[in-house]
C-alpha cells in the first residue's frame, strides 16, 4: 500500500458498507441476522446523511424484493444477509436475474444447514455459484478474503451489475465480517467503468415510450430468445470477467486452492512452509462465478498434484476438478460448517502429500 | 518483527476490546500489518470475552490463533482457560487483583502478574482504567509497539469531546508501565 493512502482500523462488515458509498450505492434494505448485523447499523446511519434510504424491511424476502423495485428505477441498490436469509431471498435473485436488474447481495455466511451457527463458513458455494433460485441463470460471485478486498470488490460489484445488468453476489463469511484491520482508502477514489446509460429504467415516460422491467415471457417462442440472450450475456462475463491471484505457484510442488478466508490462512502455510524450504503455492479464485478454470488448469497442469482447501466438506473442489481433469491428481481437506482450520492443520495435510 | 499473537480475555465490560483495538490502531500506526478478531454474537453478559490481534511485518494468514505468544488475561477464568495455550516461551501479564489460582501451566512461560485492578483503584478512584494499567505493562514487557502510536490510539478510539477521560486513560497507561510487582519463571 502506498505511503500517502489514509488508513484505518475498520470491520470486514464496515468496509463493504464503506465500498458500496463509494461505489454510490443510494438504497439499502435488510433484515438483521447475526454475523452481518453490523451492516445494516452502519448504512442506516450513513445513508440518511448522503441523501440515500434504508429501509429495515419486515422480512429478508421484502428486502429483496425492496431492491428489485429500486434496481427497477435504475438506482444503484444493496441487500446483505447471512445464509439463512440469504436462502429466502432466492425467488427475489432469481426474478433479478431474469429482469436483468443490476443489484449487489452480500453473504456473510455461516454455519449451515438450518439455522447452523453463527461461526464463518463457507457452505454457501453452491447456493451462490450454481443458481440457488430456480431457472437457468447465473450471478457474477465475487470472494474476497481480506478487509481490503470487501471493499474493492464492494465497489466492482455495483459495476459489473450496471455493465451486465446482472445481480451480483459476494460471498463472505462470519470471520471476515467480524475480524478488524487496516483499510486503504485510496482506491475509493478511483473513477467508476465507463458504464452504459440506464436507458431501460423505470424513470417515467415522458418524450419517450415505456420501458418494461418483467421477467414473465408467455408469448410464442419469446423465452427462449430471452434465456438465449441471457446465456449469451453469460458466455461474455465467462469472457471478460474472470480474476483469480496466484501466490508462489510458479515453482510449486503442491498448489493449494482455496478462495476467501480458506484462501488468506492457506497464504499463511505457504509463507510457513516455504521457510522450512517446502514448495508450497496457492491459487486463489477471486470470482467463483465466473470460475477461473483455464488459469487453474494451466497451473495445475504444470505441477501435477492439487489440494483443494475449504471450509465446507467439498463444493468448489468439484468446480476444482472439472477444470483440471486428468492433468492433476486432486486431492481435498475440508472442515464442515462450524469449524474453522488452523494454519497447522492445513500444513499438516500438505505434508502427507509430499 | 516477526509475526505476534497476542490473546486478550477477560469478562465482558473490562474493557478488552477497547484495548484490543488499541493494540492494533497502535500496530497499524507503526506500519505493521494487524487483523483483530473478538468472540462475537454467543457471549452472555459477564461471561468470558477474547480478542486475538495479530502484529506482523508479513502478510497475515488466518486472524485466528489457536496457540498465542502472548495472553493479556483479565481475570482468574481467563487465566484458566487461555493460559495453557500460551506458546512455550510465550508471555503471560495477568491482573492479580482477580486471580485466586495461577498453579495451571508447566510450559516455559515467562509470568508477569500485577495487581490492575488495585492499581487503578487506587490511582483513579474506580476500576475503569484496569485495562490501561494492563496495556501499559503489556508495553512495557514488550516494547512491541511504539508509546506515541500507543497515546495516538488511545486519542483516537476515545471520544474526543471527553478530554477529561482521555487524560485518566494515558494516566493509567503510564501508571502500569511503572509498576511491576513479581516476575515469575516456569521451567
Known sequence: MSEKSKKILITGNEAITEGAIAAGCLFYFGYPITPQNEIPAFMAKKLPMIGGCFIQAESEIAAINMVYGAAAAGVRSMTTSSSPGISLKQEGISFLAGAELPAVIVNICRGGPGLGNIAGSQGDYFQATKGGGHGDYRTIVLGPSSIQELYDLTFLAFDLADIYRTPVLILADGVLGQMMEPLAFENGQKPKMNLPEKTWALTGAKNRPPNIIKSLYMGEGELEEKNWLLYQKYQKIQNNEIRYKEYHAQDAELLLVAYGLSARICKGVVNKARKQGIALGLFQPVTLYPFPSSALAFRAGKIGKVLTIEMNMGQMVEDVKLATGSSSENFFYGRPGGGIPSDEEIFQSCRKLL | ?187
Do not use: W
Open chain 2, 1 to 187: 518483527m516477526a509475526e505476534k499473537k497476542i490473546c486478550i480475555a477477560g469478562s465482558g465490560g473490562q474493557g478488552v476490546l477497547l484495548l484490543s483495538k488499541i493494540l492494533a490502531t497502535a500496530g497499524m500506526l507503526d506500519k505493521k500489518n494487524v487483523t483483530l478478531i473478538s468472540s462475537y454474537g454467543a457471549e452472555m453478559r459477564g461471561g468470558v470475552i477474547n480478542c486475538t490481534v495479530i502484529i506482523s511485518d508479513e502478510d497475515i494468514g488466518s486472524p485466528i490463533a489457536k496457540n498465542p505468544d502472548i495472553l493479556i488475561a483479565m481475570n482468574n477464568y481467563a487465566l484458566q482457560k487461555y493460559g495453557p495455550k500460551i506458546i512455550s516461551g510465550g508471555l503471560l501479564i495477568a491482573n492479580e487483583s482477580l486471580i485466586h489460582d495461577s498453579q495451571f501451566f508447566g510450559n516455559n512461560i515467562k509470568a508477569s502478574f500485577l495487581p490492575a485492578t488495585e492499581i487503578a483503584k487506587t490511582s483513579s478512584g474506580h476500576t475503569k482504567s484496569t485495562n490501561m494499567i494492563m496495556l501499559g505493562a503489556f508495553l512495557h514487557k514488550t516494547k512491541l509497539l511504539s508509546l506515541q502510536n500507543i497515546q495516538e490510539s488511545i486519542k483516537l478510539l476515545l471520544p474526543a469531546k471527553n478530554q477529561n477521560l482521555i487524560s485518566l486513560n494515558l494516566e493509567a497507561l503510564h501508571e502500569g508501565m511503572g509498576y511491576f510487582k513479581e516476575e515469575i519463571f516456569y521451567d
